[in-house]
């Protein structure tokens, strides 16, 4: 078994990235352990970080962990973790790696899962002509005719978050009947058309999409366009450590990622749950790290 480490961080991605700097710059031991399945593989740019703005979240996470590197007390563990348990005053992390690890805190920045609309071919087009958020590719889609499509309550709310980057927009809930009488009307006076019939293919080449073909033989010509996932938790660990969850899915933590359950701190996307942005959860990363820090240094006196 490894000595004792202040801080063991689950997740690689922006949130686990920019704690582990926070951490480090703070003289902390810590692993960071990152499995490699980071949810925005597909993406080929990320944006609306400053002076990250268009970088791939392959080179994002090259930079991190060469300036990680400056700090020889953490270290990364492309490893998986398999459980983790307390221990007494301790976590017990067992990692695919058969290496046993304990931390006197823990940091969870697993980030989400997505699950894509049941629609065919739809994950050729995912993260080249087909995102999730218009905040981070919005600009790159302005003013071209766009496909929205949503099989959730949200969809309504889902088109009009577009509708600021284009007007020339098709809503498609893919045989889901989620939009009400009211929001058919609005849609109607906004000139966005409502398809509720499924989408029988997508059709395009190289990723990039240029029709969208429905059951009843209906064709649309479409640019690209954005898709509503649902989003669930790749671990279960902040259930089985027994954390509360707020009203959107997300483990609630206060300000400073402050769990319920003592030591555990949660950070990025698995506690916020909205739009998944780079720059959110690297800046909750750090104040997470900034909690943890003060936790253990209160403890230390």
Known sequence: MEPILDCAIIGGGPAGL????????????????????????????????????????????KVAHQELARYPSVRIRNTRVNDVRKSGPFFQLAAADGIVYQARKLLLATGLREELPGVPG????YGTSLFSCPYCDGWERRDQPLVVISETQHAFDFVKSIYHWSRDLILCTNGFYVVSREDRRILEAKNIRLYEQRILSLEGSGGQLERVRFEDGTVELRAGGFVSPVWSHPTPFGRTLGCEFNEHGGIKTDDFGYTNVHGV?????????????????????SRAAIGLNSELMAEEF
Do not use: C, K, M, W
Request: net charge neutral; charged share 20%; proline share 6%.
């Open 265 to 285: 701190f949660a950070a990025g996307d698995v506690s916020n749950i909205v739009p998944p942005q780079l720059v959110v959860a690297a800046a909750d990363g």
């Open 122 to 125: 739809i994950h050729a087009y």
């Open 18 to 61: 920019n704690a582990a700097l926070v951490l480090g710059r703070s003289r902390r031991n810590v692993v960071l352990f990152d499995d490699n399945r980071p949810r925005n593989a597909v993406t080929q740019e990320t944006h609306g970080f400053v002076t990250r703005d268009g970088i791939s979240p392959g080179d994002f996470r």
